[in-house]
């Protein structure tokens, strides 16, 4: 009795396993460079409570939309502002009514230098530094928050000789850590670890200086039909996806 008992527990685990690797699936998924990191953290937790399979590709979300335009088969978008999910839900390539917020950005002017930024980004009036790395402000909503800040320090006409752009945020960050650039305007969620900027000297930039960097997720219509893509889309609302998502300095 107790020997077919314990058979038919075992079968029973094995048929629940084979179930959810039955429905387990890929998702195919364009993020915004700034939240790259991220969301490789959060999918480690997503696979492993689903089963489905992450495949993301990070970029800068003004050439995201050109190519989800043109056909690329993502099937979510997470994006750095909420305007180009509503343009793409707009132009039929989205599902509206799947938009939501997923975080709050932070702008931050950080340099690998201990000594170089100083609270209140003083240190952009000085020949401190060779040049200042930012995002391309046509494509990266934080390189637009970067120079609508420093239109508000009245200093871009000034620095604009010693700017350096980035494809996307993440390129940004190399310029800097490379060398090429002495300070950058950044993504806080690049340089922070533990709630804490993690090495170098920052000033993280008040959130009047520049408009909300409100970042938005959509369902794409090549994912309407995918479960991996709305299941995504769920996790990321998740008290598990939100406690990550606050430690990388996110609001």
Same mark, same amino acid.
């Given at each position: 009795?107790?020997?077919?008992?314990?058979?038919?527990?075992?079968?029973?685990?094995?048929?629940?396993?084979?179930?959810?690797?039955?429905?387990?699936?890929?998702?195919?998924?364009?993020?915004?460079?700034?939240?790259?990191?991220?969301?490789?953290?959060?999918?480690?937790?997503?696979?492993?409570?689903? =089963?489905?399979?992450?495949?993301?590709?990070?970029?800068?979300?003004?050439?995201?939309?050109?190519?989800?335009?043109?056909?690329?088969?993502?099937?979510?978008?997470?994006?750095?502002?909420?305007?180009?999910?509503?343009?793409?839900?707009?132009?039929?390539?989205?599902?509206?009514?799947?938009?939501?917020?997923?975080?709050?950005?932070?702008?931050?002017?950080?340099?690998?230098?201990?000594?170089?930024? $100083?609270?209140?980004?003083?240190?952009?009036?000085? $020949?401190?530094?060779?040049?200042?790395? @930012?995002?391309?402000?046509?494509?990266?909503?934080?390189?637009?928050?970067?120079?609508?800040?420093?239109?508000?320090?009245?200093?871009?006409?000034?620095?604009?000789?010693?700017?350096?752009?980035?494809?996307?945020?993440?390129?940004?960050?190399?310029?800097?850590?490379? =060398?090429?650039?002495?300070?950058?305007?950044?993504?806080?969620?690049? @340089?922070?670890?533990?709630?804490?900027?993690?090495?170098?000297?920052?000033?993280?930039?008040?959130?009047?200086?520049?408009?909300?960097?409100?970042?938005?997720?959509?369902?794409?219509?090549?994912?309407?039909?995918?479960?991996?893509?709305?299941?995504?889309? $769920?996790?990321?609302?998740?008290?598990?996806?939100?406690?990550?998502?606050?430690?990388?300095?996110?609001?």
């Amino acid at each position: 009795m107790k020997l077919n008992l314990t058979k038919k527990i075992v079968l029973s685990l094995l048929g629940a396993l084979f179930t959810a690797h039955m429905h387990a699936a890929e998702v195919k998924v364009a993020v915004a460079a700034n939240f790259a990191k991220t969301l490789e953290e959060i999918t480690v937790q997503f696979e492993k409570d689903t =089963g489905h399979k992450v495949l993301a590709t990070p970029g800068a979300t003004g050439k995201f939309y050109a190519q989800i335009v043109n056909g690329a088969p993502f099937e979510v978008f997470i994006s750095a502002d909420d305007e180009t999910p509503r343009k793409l839900a707009k132009e039929a390539k989205a599902i509206a009514e799947t938009q939501f917020t997923y975080a709050i950005g932070t702008l931050a002017l950080w340099s690998p230098d201990a000594n170089l930024v $100083d609270q209140g980004g003083g240190v952009l009036k000085t $020949d401190k530094f060779k040049f200042l790395a @930012i995002a391309n402000a046509k494509v990266a909503p934080y390189g637009q928050a970067a120079v609508q800040t420093m239109l508000k320090l009245g200093l871009l006409t000034k620095l604009e000789p010693r700017v350096v752009q980035g494809e996307n945020i993440a390129q940004t960050h190399q310029f800097v850590t490379s =060398g090429n650039a002495q300070l950058g305007f950044m993504a806080l969620s690049q @340089i922070i670890e533990n709630g804490k900027v993690k090495s170098g000297s920052a000033w993280i930039v008040p959130q009047e200086f520049h408009d909300q960097l409100k970042q938005d997720a959509i369902l794409l219509n090549t994912g309407k039909d995918s479960v991996a893509a709305k299941a995504l889309l $769920d996790y990321l609302k998740s008290d598990k996806a939100k406690k990550i998502i606050a430690t990388y300095g996110y609001k």
